[in-house]
């Protein structure tokens, strides 16, 4: 028999939600209920951190890949 905090046992998923959402946000392709849905259901803050970190890793990523480039084309 499963005693824990209903709020862990749903932080797994709630973390793929927000992770989804910031995901579709990136790739821009959304429909307008599903967008006010995600804003209706997911915290506010916890959607923005990972915002933030998503965004950087992405910048950080095209940098790296236009650094391998640049010295593959120098090389």
Do not use: Y
């Not at 951190?49 to 120098?74: E, H, K």
């Amino acid at each position: 028999m499963k005693t824990g905090n209903p709020q862990e046992a749903a932080r797994g998923p709630l973390v793929l939600q927000i992770l989804q959402a910031i995901f579709w946000s990136f790739f821009g392709v959304r429909k307008r209920v599903d967008l006010q849905a995600d804003f209706a259901r997911l915290p506010v803050v916890p959607v923005i951190v990972a915002g933030v970190i998503a965004a950087a890793l992405l910048v950080g990523g095209v940098l790296l890949a236009v650094r391998l480039v640049l010295a593959q084309a120098t090389a």
